[in-house]
């Protein structure tokens, strides 16, 4: 979908912000850039729709490379999100939803239909919100209009730079947690920019970390945190040992309920490294005690739980 061929982009100034970078982005991805500051993550998403000429290399798009594509047919396919709301002030929500859609000429019905939808998509009434003024929302609102003002005009691509980074912790996880839903109705390709490890582990299908222009590890959450490359990586996620107990993890089902009798099962005492391991191949895993199932692990809560942890500065052992 999105690939990056020996990609490298030197500044005026003679800075290499990204060195020799190989990558591809899968269609329907959610796809999460992480690194200190300073790494090139904004500048490899930038290259993308090209904000930022690359210096050397290629950057492929459904196989063509972008330097073909009309430059308006590249930007208004790939929608684009900022972490300093861009909202223009002057215009109402429903005004700085349809700047795209306008651009493309819908008509007027197909436009207010679409804002509609997008509007409810997010839990904000249509007929409340609609007609305000950014200035009349609050951070966490206009963050979630800078969302699906993005996906006004259906882009197969949308590139995300922090896009909750200046948000109160609460906005921030309502705002992660629509992001995911959105992502599971629409299956769009995202590239989604953070630094913070919790954030990735959360949203990201996989994650890439870079430092200095290069990447230092591309893999799924679980591979960050069974499996990191280097202390580099270990130290940005924390670290790979939990003190966190199993039965942490467990959501309890009751005796001859709902889960298939071919379901992986362990013990209660099995170590969570050894978990972390058997959750890369499997998505649920069983727990049993004395012979009795007590619960189910499901992979995407085991993450959610463990990296929640590790944000609270948990006690770790090696
Ligand atoms: P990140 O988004 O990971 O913080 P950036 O991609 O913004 O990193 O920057 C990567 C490197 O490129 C940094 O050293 C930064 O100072 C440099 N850089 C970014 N933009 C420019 C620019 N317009 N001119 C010169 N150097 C830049
Ligand atoms: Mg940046």
Redesign the pocket.
């Known amino acids: 979908m999105i690939r990056f061929e020996q990609v490298s982009?030197q500044?005026?100034?003679g800075?290499?912000?990204?060195k020799s970078l190989d990558l591809e982005i899968k269609k329907g991805e959610f796809f999460v850039?992480i690194?200190?500051?300073?790494?090139?993550?904004?500048?490899?998403?930038?290259m993308i729709n090209r904000l930022?000429e690359l210096s050397i290399g290629w950057v492929w798009i459904n196989g063509k490379k972008i330097s073909d594509y009309d430059i308006n047919e590249l930007r208004w396919n790939i929608g684009y999100v900022l972490q300093q709301i861009a909202l223009f002030p002057h215009m109402t929500i429903a005004e700085n939803i349809a700047v795209v859609p306008e651009l493309k000429n819908w008509d007027k019905d197909k436009i207010a239909g679409r804002v509609d939808e997008l509007l409810n998509m997010v839990g904000l009434d249509p007929i409340e919100y609609r007609n305000r003024k950014p200035s009349e929302l609050s951070g966490g609102q206009q963050q979630r209009i800078g969302v699906i003002r993005a996906l006004a005009a259906d882009p197969e691509i949308i590139l995300m730079?922090e896009p909750f980074s200046a948000l109160d912790p609460f906005s921030r996880e309502k705002l992660q947690d629509d992001l995911l839903e959105i992502q599971r109705k629409l299956k769009k390709t995202i590239v989604f920019?953070t630094?913070d490890m919790q954030e990735a582990l959360k949203l990201g299908d996989r994650i890439c970390l870079?430092k200095d222009?290069e990447i230092v590890q591309v893999g799924s959450p679980h591979e960050f945190l069974s499996n990191p490359v280097n202390d580099f990586v270990r130290e940005f996620v924390g670290s790979r040992k939990f003190s966190i107990q199993l039965n942490e993890l467990i959501t309890p089902v009751s005796a001859g309920e709902g889960f298939l009798s071919d379901t992986k099962t362990i013990s209660l005492s099995t170590p969570v490294d050894e978990l972390l391991e058997l959750l890369e191949s499997f998505e649920q895993i069983a727990v049993e005690e004395n012979g009795e199932v007590i619960g189910i692990i499901n992979r995407q809560n085991a993450v959610k739980v463990m990296s929640q942890y590790l944000r609270k500065g948990g006690q770790i052992h090696e």
Request: aromatic share 8%; hydrophobic share 35%.
């Open positions: 982009k500044f005026p100034s800075t290499f912000a990204v850039l690194g200190p500051s300073g790494s090139g993550k904004t500048t490899t998403l930038k930022i730079d920019v630094h870079m222009g």
